[in-house]
Every structure is written in structure tokens, then in C-alpha cells.
């Protein structure tokens, strides 16, 4: 059962993760949950937030990569394109519905619910996925190959050099 989020509990989650400073300058306002999760997924200046980090990702994966990166090995720099997109284009009143169309009470100055919907953690862990397959492409494609030397004998501790 989804239940709506106090905001002592967001308050928490925020001074957890070093937020209450930012949502305070950009919310002026006590925590409302659809505001928080938007902090959290999709702000472009916030250094913990989910957007803010995997920009991080691609500039790094653009970095290493240069301009023009060998066939498939721009699948990860893809899949993070990918989920980039996924989080940009989230609607919080979507999982977070306006007062009037769920039946939540808001006070006046929130423009969403403290109510999310049931497809709210679904989405939640929709993303979590994405970022665990992140996680095994930057593994497959950079950290598990093995290298190949044209000089065995550079490692062949048996004959004296």
C-alpha cells in the first residue's frame, strides 16, 4: 500500500544526501515528495542528483572514447544517452497527480501531491535497472577484455633477459 510521504521523512532523506540546501534555494518551501523526487532524479545542477551524475558519465565516456570510437564500443556512451533521455522525460504529475485528480489534500502553494501513484516505484525500479545495465556494459566493455601482447616472452619468466 502507497501511502503519502510526511515531510519530516523527506526532510531526513534530503539531509541525508546534502539536499536541504538546494531544495531549499530552489523550492523556498517545506519538502513536498513529487519536488523532492524531481531534486533527486532530474536536476542538471545538483551534484547528487540521478541526471547530474550520468551527464557526468557521458562526459567521461565521451572523453574516453574521442570523436570517433570503434564499432560497439560506444554501446555503453548509447545506453547512457538512453537513460538520460528516460529521466528527462519523466512527468511528476504523472506519478504524482494534481489535487482533484487523486483525491489528495495539498496545501496551497503545492503544485502536485504527496500521494504517488502505484506506478511510482515501478518506474523507480524501471530506472534502477537501467543503471545496473549501465553498470555491466562499463564492465563488458572496459573492464573484463583481456589484453593481447604481440611478445609472449616479455612474459616468459623461464629465459633470462
Do not use: W
Amino acid at each position: 500500500m502507497i501511502v503519502p510521504v510526511g515531510s519530516t521523512n523527506l526532510d531526513l532523506l534530503l539531509q541525508m544526501l546534502a539536499g536541504q540546501y538546494a531544495y531549499r534555494s530552489l523550492y523556498h518551501a517545506r519538502p513536498v515528495a513529487a519536488r523532492v523526487a524531481r531534486l533527486l532524479l532530474q536536476d542538471q545542477e545538483f551534484p547528487r542528483s540521478a541526471l547530474f551524475c550520468l551527464e557526468g558519465m557521458r562526459r567521461a565516456l565521451n572523453a574516453t572514447l574521442g570523436d570517433r570510437p570503434a564499432k560497439g564500443a560506444d554501446t555503453p556512451l548509447k545506453h547512457c544517452a538512453r537513460v538520460i533521455t528516460e529521466l528527462n522525460f519523466i512527468d511528476m504529475a504523472t506519478y504524482f497527480p494534481p489535487p482533484g485528480e487523486s483525491g489528495a489534500t495539498l496545501s496551497p502553494d503545492d503544485d502536485l501531491s504527496d500521494m504517488p501513484t502505484p506506478e511510482f516505484p515501478r518506474k523507480l525500479t524501471e530506472l534502477t535497472g537501467l543503471l545496473l545495465d549501465f553498470n555491466v556494459l562499463i564492465s563488458d566493455h572496459y573492464l573484463d577484455h583481456q589484453v593481447m601482447f604481440r611478445e609472449p616472452e616479455l612474459f616468459d619468466l623461464t629465459h633470462p633477459r
